[in-house]
Every structure is written in C-alpha cells, then in structure tokens.
C-alpha cells in the first residue's frame, strides 16, 4: 500500500507545546520528513509516514485542517509572487501596480446597495436602523468588492504566468476485495465505495 499523505501532524503539535514556552524570537517551525524515524521498538523503527497513514484513518478532520491551513498559505504565497514578478515586468512599484489593476477596478458601492443589503439582513442586525449600520454596511460592501476585484487580477496573472501547485489532499487509501460487487474497469482513476443499510 502506498502512503501518500506527507503530513506532519505529530511533530507539528509537538513543536507547538515546545514554542508555547519559547520567545518568539527563537520560535521556529522544524521540516520533518515523512522518512524520520519517531519511535524505535528494540530494532524496529517507526517513520513519521507510518503514523500519519495511521492517525489519518482516526482523526482525517485533522489532516483535512493542516491541508487548508497550507493550501491557503500556498495561494497568499502564490499571490504575492505573482503580483512581485507582473509589477518588476512592468517596472512598477506594488503598490503602483495594485492601484492600476485592483483599486482602479473596484466596483463603486451605491446607496441602493447599501439598502438592499440591509433589507435582506434587516432580521439579523439586532433591530438596528439603517442610519445606524448603513456606514458599517458600506464599508463591509467596500472590501467585499476590493476582494473580488483583486482576486479577478490574480486569476489573470495565473493564466498569464506558469503556476504549479504539487500540495496534495489528504487521501485515505481504500482498499476494495476482489468480492466486492463493482462495476468499470479496475484501473480507473476514481473509485467510488458507497456503503448502504438495507435494513
């Protein structure tokens, strides 16, 4: 069976504990590889990929966390490199290329869209006029349209540049008996298990 999940779950909560007592000039995060060695019985070692393979099949909301946890660090990472290298290409500061392509491109918030907003929230805003929240509301209707509009540009740029992301999801290995009623071919690429009570 292969293992394909490269998570390091364990080592992580145990350098965790470790930084909670460190100054924060001397935190940092340690690289473990899923080939390290975490616990030896007599002659026999235990890898850090034989754990993760293990917890994974008891605790995958976990794994599921540290994976959106990376992916989405991945994405801001992705994101910044991709804005550094359009604005050196255009020979712009940053800040000069997010005025150009982002904050020129924000849609313009209205009063009726404030109104709106506040017609179908009215329910949840505690009995508040719009007078009271109609400056928070704009503000909220702001970001929301600067969000969009920057991750309009930088969907543009990954089409523009070469962008390869190899994080892989945490994945539990299924393993179907040769008994199991199935149907298509044994090499395809998606298995689907579906488990049902007949009761």
Do not use: W
Request: proline share 3%.
């Amino acid at each position: 069976m292969q293992h394909v999940l490269r998570f390091a779950v364990f080592g992580m909560l145990g350098a965790g504990s470790a930084c909670e007592n460190a100054p924060a000039s001397q935190q940092t995060v340690e690289a473990v590889s899923e080939r390290d060695v975490v616990a030896r019985v007599g002659d026999q070692e235990i890898t850090l990929g034989e754990v993760d393979a293990r917890a994974v099949q008891t605790n995958m909301q976990a794994f599921q966390q540290l994976y959106d946890a990376r992916r989405q660090a991945v994405d801001d990472l992705v994101a910044e490199a991709l804005i550094a290298q359009e604005a050196a290409a255009r020979d712009l500061t940053e800040d000069e290329l997010i005025a150009r392509e982002v904050t020129a491109n924000i849609t313009k918030v209205d009063e009726a869209e404030v109104e709106e907003f506040f017609n179908q929230n009215r329910n949840r805003l505690g009995g508040q006029s719009l007078e009271q929240v109609g400056p928070q509301i704009r503000q909220y209707l702001e970001a929301r349209n600067e969000t969009l509009a920057r991750a309009i540009f930088i969907e543009r740029l990954r089409k523009e540049m070469t962008v390869k992301v190899s994080l892989a999801p945490p994945r539990i290995p299924i393993t179907v008996a040769s008994s199991e009623r199935v149907k298509g071919p044994a090499d395809a690429k998606v298995t689907i298990v579906e488990y049902s009570d007949f009761q």
